[in-house]
Structure formats: structure tokens, C-alpha cells
């Protein structure tokens, strides 16, 4: 638990950004953007902020439920097809810039990583590790991953094959050795290593299931 309520005034009133799925082999790239005023956040609720990694999923959902509950929030993301074409760096920085332009909030942007989106006209900064520094990145990490291992376990029912549900579309063994037996599928990334070497023949219908996950306006 990186954050104290102490002094909660020593942590800044920011929009914090984070991704989720950036490294995975299939599904979407999601993005959070988070604002609130530390000072004025439940004190437990900012004791339990923590990087989305360290915390299990039950906590997650628990505390991405408070997040909704307590602080303005705005979810973007980009499919595959996007990934591919533009590659996951720039995937990423676009789904951020969406994110917080979504929330329509004057405020200074912080975003976890090394790279600043293009093309947003406030004061941005980088923090490295920021989810364990800026509880609104903190914070933006949890909704992330709630949100995107939410739309992998509805795509798990349609290829049950490759347990999403378990591995949120990460290079497993598991989700490896599926790839061998049984192929790739429309929500797998080609432009990625792993999964380059296999042809696919795209369906109509698993096509139009990406169109409508991705339309899901989580804000």
C-alpha cells in the first residue's frame, strides 16, 4: 500500500492515466483516466490504491466499483486491427489522449510510463512508475485492468480454447500451446512475434463481436 492518508494534501490534484494490455497477444489495448482531489478521497479507499498487479481480482472490482462511485472517470481503448496497423506504441498514446480529453477536466495529466500523448494542449508529465507514486495513475491502473480482463473473459466464452478468462490474453503456456493447436483468431495480434507465423481466415461474425465490444462506452 503505497499511499497514506496522513497528509493526504501532499499528494497533487491531477488526472492520472494508465494502460492495461499493452504487452498481450490478443484483445485491445485499454486505457483509464482518473481525477479527484486527494484531500477529499475516503481515507481507506486511499490506503487501498495500490498498483493493479499487486492487488487481487476480487479487490480490484471492489475498488474499481468505489473509483466509479467517488471519482471522475473516462475508459478508451483501441482494437487490434489499430494495434496493427499503427503499432502498440502509438495504439496506446492515441487511446490515452482519448481518455483524458473524454473527462473535459482542466487539470495537469499524468501519465505511467516514459511517453506523453501527442496532441493534448494542458501540461503533461511522465512519471515512471507512477502507479506507485500518483494515486489518481494508481487508481486509473485498477479501472483498466477491471475493465479489460472484464471484455477478455466475454471473449474467453467464444474461444474457450485459449482461457482468457485466466491469462487476460498474455503469453501463457497455456495460451502459447493453444496458438499451436488451434490457430489465432480475429482478436489475436499478427503484427506481434508470437503470433506473426499463422495465417487466419477472418469470420464475418467474430469481426463484427470485436465491433461491438469495442463500442462499450465504459465512462
Known amino acids: 500500500m503505497p499511499f497514506t492518508a496522513r497528509d493526504r494534501s501532499k499528494y497533487p490534484v491531477v488526472i492520472g492515466c494508465d494502460e492495461v494490455g499493452r504487452g498481450a497477444l490478443c484483445g485491445p489495448v485499454v486505457v483509464a483516466a482518473v481525477w479527484f482531489e486527494p484531500q477529499l478521497l475516503p481515507r481507506k479507499l486511499l490506503r487501498e ?25 473516462a475508459v478508451a481503448a483501441n482494437s487490434v486491427t489499430v494495434i496493427d496497423a499503427r503499432n502498440i506504441r502509438n495504439a496506446t498514446l492515441d487511446a490515452m489522449r482519448r481518455a483524458v480529453v473524454k473527462l473535459q477536466i482542466n487539470a495537469p495529466v499524468m501519465i505511467d510510463g516514459i511517453d506523453v500523448p501527442p496532441g493534448l494542449t494542458g501540461e503533461c508529465t511522465a512519471v515512471v512508475q507512477g502507479d506507485s507514486k500518483i494515486p489518481q495513475i494508481a487508481a486509473a491502473s485498477i479501472v483498466a485492468k477491471t475493465v479489460r480482463d472484464s471484455l477478455m473473459a466475454r471473449l474467453a466464452s467464444r474461444y474457450p480454447a485459449y482461457a482468457w478468462e485466466r491469462n487476460a490474453g498474455y503469453g501463457t503456456k497455456h495460451h502459447r500451446d493453444a496458438i499451436k493447436d488451434y490457430g489465432i483468431t480475429p482478436h489475436h495480434r499478427r503484427s506481434y512475434a508470437p503470433v506473426a507465423q499463422y495465417s487466419l481466415d477472418f469470420k464475418a461474425a467474430d469481426v463484427e463481436l470485436v465491433e461491438e465490444l469495442m463500442a462499450i462506452d465504459f465512462a
Open 49 to 73: 490504491l495500490d498498483d493493479s498487479k499487486n492487488l487481487s481480482v476480487d479487490k480490484r472490482v471492489e475498488l474499481t466499483a468505489w473509483i466509479r462511485k467517488t471519482c471522475r472517470i
